[in-house]
């Protein structure tokens, strides 16, 4: 669908969760190096399709995945492949901030130490590099060792950034990432999208379509569990092709 | 409904000054200090030293906590992030009837199981001779006792923990059992502390069912396999009894103020150090 390479690629995705289908044949490829919003209403199935890229459903009891999903060519979904592997590939931003309950700097050297980085000067230069990635350095040089709860909010989630981008993933997983945000900290975060995206694969779940223009390169349009249009951020908001789109982008379905 | 809640909170301290203005007597024959740290108890001749009580008490809360605890910890995690909810629920009813039964039964479990397993099968491997009738013997009892209590509330704590937070760490590529320990457990352990505070009030007033098995000896315990005598046994087997002997009935009541301060004390103390924790770790 696009002259990219494709960074995640979904075939014939179903998922269940509890005995309701919520997503339904999906296929797509979702580029290298760029943004990508998934864009619908509530409950339509976006958070639901960027949890199946780093299987986070695992943890969910009753839910069923068939289909593939590619990553680097890599199933994920195959027994064989080691999740922990697939998850440190890609970094997740939740819809709030959820600081691990331990300092700044640890939050941060939590990923680092877990895949085996011990030596504090390795992890000292992590999380400096991680903070300054995400524009916290200087709010937060000072007090490195202070609890991570004490941040603001807007701070606490360029903090989970950091610690997401500290594993060195690929992909970086957006849900609702600003939606608990004040504006100002919403466009510290958009603009860091924007700066991330030449170094990684950015998907973003949202219900904002402004943001979604501000920041998206391609958009997938979902509905009711199926992918109902996909293309660049340009065509999708100013020319769609489906009903359904129009609808939408409108303002009509909600 | 504010008259019955100032009625139940000043109970708190009509109970203590009534205990008291009964201890006074044995007050006035002796010191605190003397009371406290003597190990010498002859009623008949006035002398009552509370220490080896103290200390029988110390050793059986004591060794219930170090035994409970590990147990619990790992019960509730296991029932509440790796069982399947069928098992839950089959798992829960159990840990709740454990809490319902009556302490004297336990007592009878402990005399009749614990007893002769301590003598005849752990206490040998390090000591010549034990009849069973130890502090350790009250310890597993209590331990037992106080499970269902500590389980479930970690199992409240360990359910409310948000499930964005755990998926926070598996995000990173953390395995479960690293979530578990490095973040699960870390938030929890607010928690954790006040349940075992809870635990260890209960425990210090636990009555029948330690008097039943830990041998009632007036003695200081050096070792896991000695008689003790916690104070709530001194005074379940003693008040009533021997009230021709001048001032017994104020060193009963003195024994009660004794557990009623410890307790009181213990809980302002985990109090302090709960808020200390909580403003440490969580938001």
């Known amino acids: ?254 | 409904m504010l008259l019955f809640t100032v009625l139940s909170v000043s109970l708190v301290f009509i109970i203590g000054i009534g205990l008291y203005y009964k201890s006074i007597p044995v007050l006035q024959n002796s010191t605190w200090w003397h009371l406290l740290t003597s190990s010498v108890w002859k009623p008949l001749k006035g002398l009552f030293g509370f220490y080896p009580y103290i200390m029988g008490t110390l050793w059986v809360t004591g060794i219930a906590i170090i035994i409970a605890l590990p147990l619990c910890v790992l019960t509730s995690l296991y029932i509440v992030e790796y069982a399947h909810s069928r098992v839950r629920r089959i798992l829960m009813p159990f840990v709740n009837l454990l809490s319902g039964i009556p302490p004297v039964i336990f007592g009878v479990w402990g005399v009749l199981f614990i007893i002769p397993l301590i003598q005849d099968h752990i206490a040998p491997h390090f000591v010549e001779f034990s009849t069973g009738y130890s502090v350790l013997a009250g310890g597993i009892v209590l331990a037992v006792m106080i499970f269902p209590l500590i389980v479930s509330i970690i199992n409240e704590v360990l359910r409310t923990m948000p499930q964005e937070l755990k998926d926070a760490s598996l995000a990173l590529g953390a395995t479960k059992w690293e979530t578990v320990k490095k973040v699960i457990l870390r938030k929890a352990l607010p928690g954790i502390i006040a349940a075992t505070v809870l635990a260890i009030s209960r425990a210090f007033g636990e009555t029948i069912a330690v008097l039943m098995v830990c041998g009632n000896n007036a003695v200081v315990p050096h070792s896991v396999f000695d008689a003790g005598y916690p104070l709530p046994a001194l005074i379940a087997n003693n008040y009533g009894d021997m009230m021709s002997i001048p001032l017994y009935d104020s060193a009963l009541m003195f024994a009660a103020l004794l557990l009623f301060i410890i307790i009181l004390l213990f809980n302002i103390i985990s109090r302090i150090i709960l808020t200390r924790l909580e403003r440490r770790i969580s938001a």
């Not at chain 1, 969760?17 to 509530?42: A, F, Q």
């Open chain 1, 1 to 254: 669908m696009t002259k990219d390479k494709a960074h995640i690629s979904v075939q014939d995705l179903n998922v269940h969760i509890g005995g309701n289908h919520i997503l339904k044949d999906i296929n797509i490829d979702i580029p290298n190096k760029s943004v990508t919003s998934i864009i619908g209403p509530s409950g339509c199935g976006k958070t639901t399709l960027l949890k199946t890229f780093n299987r986070l459903h695992d943890t969910a009891a009753d839910v069923k995945v068939t289909g593939k999903v590619l990553v680097d060519g890599e199933d994920i979904y195959d027994p064989n492949t080691e999740i922990t592997h697939i998850r440190k590939k890609m970094g997740l931003l939740s819809q709030r901030p959820y600081p691990l309950p331990m300092s700044i700097y640890d939050n941060v050297a939590y990923g680092p130490r877990i895949h085996g980085i011990r030596k504090k000067q390795d992890l000292d230069i992590i999380v400096e590099k991680q903070l300054k990635a995400t524009a916290l350095w200087n709010e937060v040089k000072d007090r490195l060792n202070s609890s991570a709860t004490r941040l603001s909010i807007g701070q606490q989630q360029r903090l989970c950034l950091a610690r997401g981008l500290a594993v060195g993933p690929e992909i970086i997983l957006g849900d609702e990432s600003t939606s608990a945000l004040d504006p100002v900290s919403t466009s510290i975060i958009e603009d860091l999208f924007v700066k991330l995206k030449q170094d990684y694969s950015i998907v973003l779940v949202t219900h904002i379509l402004r943001q979604a223009a501000r920041v998206s390169d391609y958009i997938i349009f979902v509905y009711n569990g199926r992918i109902v249009e996909y293309g660049k951020t340009e065509q999708v908001l100013r020319d769609p092709h489906e009903e359904l789109t129009k609808e939408y982008v409108k303002g009509y379905i909600v």
